[in-house]
């Protein structure tokens, strides 16, 4: 068994990325959304480790990066989730295609 | 020396006005007139204590008046060497005509405590006399050209808000609107005059700005006289166009045609405004400037002379044929103005040769106390009679007692017999007239027979000519406030007279001795007694004499009667010529060609805006697709495009 290397890595990521966007286009339902989006940004949580173990081993700023990306990634559930329940509350309803007011 | 207190005396009626406009209506009400009235005694106590020291104490230096500048700071640095300042010049004109302007201005508003108590907007017509005394007496104590100006426009929004204070009445609207428009426009000329001649001069300063044209030898007055423009030296051009905004602010023919307008507004606003002070502002320009034209611009003042003389005779026949008591003040006041502009006209500079000079502001001292004191009387007949035409009155001698005498004062003065003022300030000009231009004298002399003769026919007319009537009014003249400023001005028309003038104001500063020649002054006094014995036939009964010579003359009656139709001609050319032809063209213009092309900017983006508003759906995924498609585009490009 061989160790994976940076583009088995890379191909993971690359793919972990694309599901989160064809996800994203296609669900309605808005907490699914959010989950795409966390999908997405783990593939990119992902590339800062691969980048940094492979290219960079004896710095750490890639993991640094990763880190406060999560942290960022809690914030920003936990204000889209606060977003999500109010709308449930106006619209009952969590679908994206009952709230588009936002338009001309 | 001169005190800085001087700037006080503008500053009080500026209080006087911004206390009742900012706050008349809830602060003070009734009190606004002993207000603004107490304001402006101070002032006058100021500006009668300055101008008695500067005459008698610290005025003259080597037995010349000085020019003084008490106060001077800079407005507005434009470049190292061109600044607007605002200072205070004192000399002996200014001196003058401060006391002039605070005298009248002090009478007119004592005599509005009372004339005007019942008035709605009693605040503010205080409120806007104080305004316009502050502009007039900024405007004589100015001491730039930039700074003259700008209180020249302040005068003539003060008089356009005063002749429009009735502002219910259309034609005081009107006339208000004609007197703002035709000075206005003779504003345009006066500011290019100043621009002219501060550029050939390179300041704004009038002491400097003298000096340098008028010195015979200096580079700035070679410069102006040889650069020309249409064959005219910008010199004579400048000083043209300057005399274009005095003859507008002081109703020299053409420009006059908004003066008996003006009589629409409260007459006390006539006596003060119409009559006194702003009126002569024209004359107090071409004497401030008046070294210039002397020895710069001859030419100048030789049609400065010949509009004076016009518009004295003009003014006189018209002033014979109006009904209306105030129309014919009015018209007098053109005539007299006219008498001091020609009385400039024909003064040399320097010494004997400069009594034109220093008789034409006589006048101006002495017409303005007599014939304040004459529309004030008229202010009191018409508030008895309820009417401005002098048909409606006659035989009101028993009922206005104060009137009549103090009338009566007035009308001699201005007539030109001794001893009251009047007659030796126009001796004064016709003095001067006969020694430099002899046309003028004739001119002068004939004037002065019509003076006398229309200024009885309005005093027969009122006092005499009928029976008594109106005897159910309550006869008299009105309280303390409207008798005592008539007896004041009465008392300074019988004094005022006899000051040497010549020892006070002269076109050089050097005090000169006029005597009076008691042989020259028998033909213009036996002119005005014959002038007076016309009118006491013609109007002091009621007969047909009067209708007969109207009848006979009917060609020549009617044409003045029109006011030689001045006011057609205007209608015409401005209504005919410029709303037609160029008026419709401009509005043509404006709607479809300056409007066209906004309005076709705006509907132009409105499709646009429609066209592409769908892009905002509201649609999240479809925002983020293109958003993605955007991003694959533009990987593609820099991929494969752009290295």
């Given amino acids: 068994m061989t160790t994976p290397g940076l583009y088995h890595i890379l191909t993971i990521s690359t793919a972990l990325f694309f599901i989160g966007i064809y996800g994203f286009l296609t669900r309605r339902n808005l907490i699914t959304l959010l989950m795409c989006i966390e999908l997405i940004l783990n593939s990119v949580n992902l590339n800062f480790i691969a980048f940094n173990k492979y290219l960079w081993p004896e710095k750490l700023d890639g993991l640094f990066f990763t880190l406060f990306s999560i942290a960022i990634a809690a914030a920003e559930a936990a204000v889209a989730i606060a977003i999500i329940i109010h709308l449930y509350r106006n619209h009952h309803s969590v679908d994206v295609e009952s709230a588009e007011e936002l338009k001309y | 020396m001169p005190q800085a207190s001087i700037l006080l005396i503008p500053l009080l009626p500026l209080i006087g006005f911004l206390v009742p406009a900012l706050g008349g209506k809830t602060i003070f009400k009734k009190q606004t007139g002993w207000f603004a009235t107490f304001l402006l005694a101070v002032s006058t106590a100021l500006a009668c204590s300055t101008a008695w020291n500067y005459f008698f104490s610290y005025g003259k230096e080597n037995g010349i008046y000085q020019k003084h500048f008490p106060f001077h700071t800079t407005w507005l640095q434009l470049t190292d060497t061109l600044s607007i300042d605002m200072g205070i010049l004192l000399d002996p004109i200014s001196a003058l005509m401060i006391v002039v302007v605070c005298i009248v201005s002090l009478m007119v508003h004592l005599y509005s405590l009372g004339y005007m108590k019942h008035e709605e907007r009693y605040a503010m017509y205080f409120a806007y006399l104080g305004l316009f005394t502050f502009s007039m007496l900024g405007l004589v104590l100015s001491s730039n050209l930039f700074q003259i100006y700008m209180f020249w426009e302040l005068v003539g929004v003060s008089s356009y808000l005063l002749i429009g204070f009735y502002f219910e009445r259309p034609k005081a609207v009107a006339a208000a609107k004609k007197a703002f428009i035709v000075t206005r426009f003779a504003d345009l000329g006066f500011l290019i005059g100043i621009l002219a001649l501060s550029y050939q001069a390179e300041s704004l300063d009038f002491v400097t700005l003298l000096e340098r044209l008028t010195q015979p030898n200096s580079t700035y007055l070679t410069q102006a006289t040889t650069s020309s423009f249409l064959g005219i030296s910008s010199i004579t051009w400048g000083c043209l166009l300057l005399f274009m905004g005095g003859a507008g602010k002081s109703a020299l023919f053409p420009l006059h045609i908004w003066l008996p307008d003006a009589m629409e507004g409260p007459t006390p606003v006539s006596a003060l405004i119409h009559a006194a002070t702003m009126v002569v502002a024209g004359v107090f320009l071409i004497a401030r400037m008046f070294p210039l034209y002397a020895l710069g611009a001859p030419e100048v003042l030789d049609i400065v002379a010949y509009t004076g003389a016009f518009t004295a005779l003009f003014a006189a026949l018209i002033a014979c044929t109006q009904t209306d008591i105030k129309r014919v003040l009015a018209y007098s006041t053109m005539s007299q103005i006219g008498f001091m502009i020609f009385a400039l006209g024909v003064s040399g500079y320097g010494g004997t040769a400069g009594l034109g000079y220093s008789a034409s502001l006589f006048h101006l001292f002495t017409h303005a106390l007599f014939k304040a004191m004459l529309f004030l009387g008229a202010g009191s007949i018409i508030h008895f009679v309820h009417s401005n035409e002098l048909k409606d009155m006659g035989g009101l001698r028993k009922s206005l007692p104060v009137t ?27 003095l001067a007239a006969y020694q430099q231009k002899p046309f003028f004298y004739g001119i002068g002399l004939f004037t002065s027979l019509l003076t006398a003769f229309y200024m009885f026919r309005l005093y027969f007319s009122v006092f005499w000519n009928k029976p008594q009537q109106n005897t159910d009014r309550i006869a008299g003249d009105g309280g303390l406030t409207i008798t005592l400023p008539l007896l004041i001005l009465a008392a300074g028309t019988c004094v005022s007279g006899f000051i040497p003038f010549g020892q006070l104001v002269s076109s050089d ?125 533009l990987i593609g490009l820099f991929t494969f495009f752009i290295h």
């Fill in chain 2, 404 to 430: 009549h005498l103090t009338f009566l004062i007035g009308c001699l003065a201005l007539s030109g017999i001794p001893p009251f003022s009047g007659f030796f300030s126009k001796e004064g000009i016709l």
């Fill in chain 2, 509 to 633: 500063g050097i005090p000169f001795s006029s005597s009076l020649h008691l042989g020259f002054a028998v033909l213009p006094v036996l002119l005005a007694i014959a002038g007076i014995s016309l009118a006491f036939l013609f109007y002091q009964k009621d007969n047909l004499r009067a209708a007969y010579w109207s009848e006979k003359l009917k060609g020549f009656y009617k044409t003045t009667y029109h006011k030689f139709y001045i006011d057609e001609c205007y209608m015409y050319v401005t209504q005919k010529i410029f709303f037609n032809l160029i008026g419709k063209s401009a509005a043509w213009i404006d709607r479809n060609i300056v409007d066209g092309l906004l309005s076709k900017t705006g509907s132009g983006t409105q499709v646009l805006a429609e066209k592409i508003k769908s892009f905002q759906s509201g649609k999240l995924q479809s925002y983020t697709t293109w958003y993605l498609i955007g991003i694959i585009v």
